[in-house]
């Protein structure tokens, strides 16, 4: 992989900072026909983008070396990539079984990736150790948890306690 850098010829007199990662080369468009494209994609990728919009978002010291803010990049469009497709994939669960979940203002058929994940927060595993015997307790778990499990492709197990306990097989008895 290639990296390159351009300096910007007077950062002072910009007026925001925008990262342009792509494997476009310049031949085939130029980098402002390409934050163009970017930002017609408002509907898909860009609000997935709102959390870095924050210049300390994008200026850590840490991420020196052009190979770096490259493997961020590419992490960060893989997270977007796999928010994308929880989002996609619980709508159209949703939309074909003609259900809803709660969202941030109500019930709702189309709830983003963000209030997806946020539904699982409430749910809670606790497991403690008595003695050589493994207690493990599930708090929280609501229907609209496996219906997303559901949606998702996920065994329910995930989000169901053990009926007996469990005896610790590193455990030595005396």
Same mark, same amino acid.
Request: charged share 15%; aromatic share 6%.
């Given at each position: 992989?290639?990296?390159?850098?351009?300096?910007?010829?007077?950062?002072?007199?910009?007026?925001?900072? /925008? @990262?342009?990662?792509?494997? %476009?080369?310049?031949?085939?468009?130029?980098?402002?026909?390409?934050?163009?494209?970017? &930002? #017609? =994609?408002?509907?898909?990728?860009?609000?997935?983008?709102?959390?870095?919009?924050?210049?300390?978002?994008?200026?850590?010291?840490?991420?020196?070396?052009?190979?770096?803010?490259?493997?961020?990049?590419?992490? /960060? @469009?893989?997270?977007?990539? %796999?928010?994308?497709?929880?989002?996609?994939?619980?709508?159209?669960?949703?939309?074909? &079984? #003609? =259900?809803?979940?709660?969202?941030?203002?109500?019930?709702?058929?189309?709830?983003?990736?963000?209030?997806?994940?946020?539904?699982?927060?409430?749910?809670?595993?606790?497991?403690?150790?008595?003695?050589?015997?493994? @207690?493990?307790?599930?708090?929280?778990?609501?229907?609209?948890?496996?219906?997303?499990?559901?949606?998702?492709?996920?065994?329910?197990?995930?989000?169901?306690?053990?009926?007996?306990?469990?005896?610790?097989?590193?455990?030595?008895?005396?």
């Amino acid at each position: 992989m290639v990296v390159e850098v351009e300096a910007v010829a007077n950062p002072e007199e910009d007026n925001g900072w /925008t @990262v342009l990662a792509t494997t %476009v080369s310049p031949e085939v468009s130029t980098d402002a026909e390409i934050l163009q494209a970017y &930002h #017609e =994609q408002h509907t898909t990728v860009e609000p997935g983008f709102r959390w870095i919009k924050n210049p300390a978002a994008i200026a850590p010291v840490w991420l020196e070396k052009p190979e770096r803010i490259a493997a961020l990049a590419m992490l /960060t @469009v893989v997270g977007l990539l %796999v928010y994308s497709v929880i989002q996609r994939q619980v709508r159209l669960y949703l939309r074909t &079984h #003609e =259900q809803q979940l709660p969202g941030n203002k109500g019930m709702t058929a189309i709830p983003t990736a963000a209030v997806v994940l946020a539904l699982f927060s409430q749910v809670a595993l606790v497991q403690l150790w008595i003695d050589e015997h493994e @207690v493990v307790q599930i708090a929280g778990v609501q229907p609209h948890h496996l219906l997303l499990c559901d949606a998702l492709g996920l065994d329910h197990a995930w989000y169901k306690a053990p009926s007996a306990h469990k005896i610790d097989q590193f455990s030595q008895s005396p």
